[in-house]
């Protein structure tokens, strides 16, 4: 099966502007989560979507939002960029969610807010 | 509030040497604990789950609640071992996880 997908992977926008991430999951997965991987914060969850629904969300402001469609790819958005949204943002997916699968992480899109 | 600490940034011991990497958490309900690695130039994967029990290169991990612990340990370290370890914590439901600040294991020759 081929793993999960991140498009862009590397990405400069400039202040004020709006982004949006892709990632593509592994076929049959159908939750998606998120995460901001910064070296002062380190890896911190944004949210999970399962089956186009959000799930759980973490502690973001609402700038960072994000969406499922119906073949599980998901996108987040963030808007109004600032300058510490520089980050490497991470998606993983899994089947269901459940605490006994296995959380498959893509390669990230490393994202520069000049 | 949820929170994982690993107290080391960076761990290095000789090849054939036991490893033991820590991380402490805190946690109101019952803890779902985990730990990932990645190696250089690869994406974040798992390595183990306490609720599986297992051990996986060597590696395993023992939860202590009363400590609130969840260590890493292998008896015998080897080079490939040399990786960045984050040590998670899933709440609530679904994949909600609260990583660590990460160790990184240096393992020598």
């Known amino acids: 099966k081929a793993g999960v997908t991140q498009t862009p992977r590397y990405l400069i926008k400039t202040r004020g502007q709006q982004v949006t991430l892709s990632c593509s999951p592994i076929?049959?997965?159908?939750?998606v989560s998120w995460y901001q991987q910064t070296p002062g914060q380190g890896l911190q969850f944004l949210f999970e979507?399962?089956?186009?629904?959000?799930?759980n969300k973490g502690n973001f402001p609402g700038r960072f939002s994000g969406r499922q469609f119906s073949n599980s790819r998901s996108e987040m958005n963030v808007s109004t960029l600032e300058l510490g949204d520089s980050a490497l943002y991470l998606c993983a997916s899994s089947y269901g969610g459940a605490a006994q699968e296995t959380q498959y992480f893509g390669p990230g899109t490393r994202l520069l807010v000049l | 509030a949820q929170r994982v600490t690993q107290p080391e940034k960076l761990l290095s011991v000789f090849k054939g040497a036991p490893v033991e990497l820590k991380c402490n958490y805190s946690y109101s309900g019952s803890p779902e604990l985990f730990w990932y690695v990645q190696y250089s130039r690869q994406r974040l994967q798992l390595l183990l789950r306490h609720i599986s029990r297992e051990s996986i290169k060597g590696f395993t991990a023992d939860l202590n609640k009363g400590e609130t612990s969840f260590h890493l340990k292998k008896p015998f370290a080897q080079e490939e071992d040399s990786a960045m370890y984050y040590c998670a914590l899933r709440h609530d439901y679904g994949q909600n996880f609260v990583f660590g600040p990460g160790t990184r294991l240096s393992v020598l020759p």
């Open positions: 979507y399962f089956s186009e629904t959000q799930r």
């Open positions: 076929s049959g997965h159908r939750s």
